[in-house]
């Protein structure tokens, strides 16, 4: 399923029409269609329903919603909040629609007098703006969406809550609060950010015939779902050997920190790297090497230092690394020589982000791939910028910093939004609170680290690491956990359930 911008909707919305031949009336004909079957299938027609329409295309959708549900026998009553010059083109071809077939349009000015229209329905249906608001909501549409607010009504949001942005970046100035949002076509990103996400409720996508050329030529993300797991997954080669299931190096781990090491190494293993190596200092050595039989150790002095010839030689015949679990903040040497002394995919994760900070121009010389996995704390930290933006931007800033850097960035949250360093997008929304717990990810760095090795495309390889880590824990808190009790170890355990649902 793919994510837009605003802009990228209308571009969409443009090639459907230019080249696919299909008209703007039909377009806005089959959105309001198909909203209408969505609440005729959830909602009982014994209720009063209340149509709230604005001036734009937003509102053409509300009336073809009307049409619909009074041939469904709904109590149907439509508000017009604008003035009828202000309705145009295919809004206002649907409007004598409408008009050809009922008398029930009432013309509102003030809040005042909506409020008191309104106080007596079950249902709100929202279509006063759409994707085309912008700058601060301006009244009296300011007021009357205020007062929607404060009714105790249930209030359906056409496409988008009116007054909220389709893309990341706004203050939301206000907007309807929705308790359930029929999107057209595809989600929007406000739908995948902390600040705005809520503004929704529930919601879904209706498909109005808009087909999948003008996505791929218009939209750069993508929402990552089983579906497009089963169709990258690599297939492990009936004669593989452990080498060729790819070599992993895990480097981490002050003397305080052994477990994040330990769950990196056992992450990677679960999800099937052939060999994991873990480099750490040789005070962890017995309690990481009694938790993590499996894999193979090797000592380095210590965790500052620059790296060794013989260290080089060793780390030669790896695949894929991993620095930064436990690592600690100390100054330290190891990271500059990972990036300037071998051409191996990195994957620089925890405190190795702090250590990535000064060496970020240093990145782009690196010939192999890196990839960046920062939380919002973390990304606010590499980007100079506080949590809150981060939680406002979340795609344009990670979009930025993949794009100046050259590196992938797994922005982890809720909605994890995976950058390439060409921009493209994708979101894993799998997962639940239960992993907002110490060591899970770590956990995730070790299923990523043998991703990384295992495909030849890493933004798929990377998502669909993510979405093991989430369905793993949504899985176990379905079975046996909850997201209270929860465990880093137990993900990595609930690993075999997910990869027996891919083939
Ligand atoms: N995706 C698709 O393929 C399809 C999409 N469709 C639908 O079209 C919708 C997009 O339609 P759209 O472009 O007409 O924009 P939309 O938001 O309805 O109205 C914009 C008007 O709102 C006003 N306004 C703006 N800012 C404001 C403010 N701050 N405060 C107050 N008022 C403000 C401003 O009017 P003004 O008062 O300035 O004249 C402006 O002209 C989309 O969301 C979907 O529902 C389907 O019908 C068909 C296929
Ligand atoms: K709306």
């Known amino acids: ?59 053409g959708d509300g009336f073809v919603i009307a049409r619909y549900l009074a041939e469904y026998s709904y109590d149907i009553s439509v508000f017009q909040l604008v003035a009828d010059h202000k309705i145009k083109g295919d809004a206002a071809f649907h409007k004598a629609l409408w008009l050809n077939t009922s008398d029930k349009l009432v013309h509102v000015t003030d809040s005042h007098q909506l409020k008191q229209r309104l106080v007596d329905c079950d249902i709100v249906i929202d279509a006063i703006l759409g994707i085309g608001v912008s700058g601060a909501i301006r009244e009296p549409i300011r007021s009357m969406i205020d007062a929607i607010n404060h009714l105790p009504v249930e209030k359906i949001s056409v496409d988008i809550p ?10 939301v100035d206000l907007a309807i609060h929705a308790d359930q949002t029929y ?6 990103e406000t739908a995948f950010c902390e600040k705005t996400s809520i503004y929704y409720g529930k919601w879904e996508t209706v498909k109005i015939g808009i087909s999948q050329m003008a996505y791929a030529k218009h939209a750069s993300k993508q929402r990552w779902c089983i579906k497009n797991v089963r169709a990258t997954f690599p297939k492990r080669e009936k004669y593989a050997h452990k080498g060729s299931n790819g070599r992993g190096l895990v480097i981490g781990g002050q003397q305080t920190m052994p477990g994040a090491i330990v769950l990196a190494a056992r992450a990677a293993l679960r999800s099937g ?22 894999a193979t150790y090797h000592l380095l002095p210590n965790l500052t230092d620059r790296l060794t010839d013989r260290d080089l030689e060793a780390f030669e015949k790896i695949d894929a690394i991993t620095f930064g679990m436990g690592i600690g903040r100390d100054d330290s040497q190891l990271l500059s020589d990972l990036i300037e002394k071998l051409d191996k995919p990195l994957l620089i994760d925890a ?15 690196h010939k192999a791939p890196i990839v960046v996995t920062p939380h919002y704390g973390e990304m606010a930290m590499l980007t100079n910028k506080t949590v809150p ?10 979009r930025q910093f993949a794009e100046k850097y050259q590196v992938y960035v797994v922005l982890k949250g809720k909605h994890t939004i995976i950058t390439a360093p060409n921009g493209e997008q994708i979101v894993s929304d799998q997962g639940n609170a239960g992993l907002a717990k110490g060591g899970t990810g770590d956990v995730l760095t070790g299923i990523l680290l043998t991703m990384i090795m295992q495909h030849e495309e890493l933004l798929p390889a990377l998502a669909n690491g993510c979405y093991l880590h989430g369905t793993s824990a949504d899985y176990l808190v379905e079975d046996n956990h909850t997201e209270r009790d929860l465990l880093a170890t137990d993900v990595i355990e609930g690993l075999s359930q997910v990869f027996r649902t891919l083939s």
Request: charged share 20%.
């Open 1 to 59: 399923m793919y994510i837009v911008t605003a802009e990228e909707m209308y571009e969409i919305d443009r090639y459907a029409i230019e080249k696919g031949g299909i008209e703007g009336k039909v377009l806005m004909e089959n959105a309001g269609s198909q909203v209408a079957q969505q609440i005729i299938q959830s909602y009982d027609n014994n209720q009063k329903v209340a149509i709230v329409v604005g001036s734009g295309n937003n509102g």
């Open 162 to 171: 009116s007054g909220l942005p389709a893309n990341d970046g706004l203050e």
């Open 183 to 188: 999107i057209i076509e595809a989600p929007k």
């Open 273 to 294: 790297a052939g060999l994991v190596t873990v480099a750490t200092i040789k005070e962890n050595l017995p309690i990481v090497s009694s938790s993590c039989i499996e």
């Open 351 to 365: 405190d190795g982000l702090y250590h990535a900070k000064p060496l970020l121009e240093t990145l782009l010389q």
């Open 389 to 398: 933006e981060v939680k406002r931007s979340p795609f344009s800033i990670s």
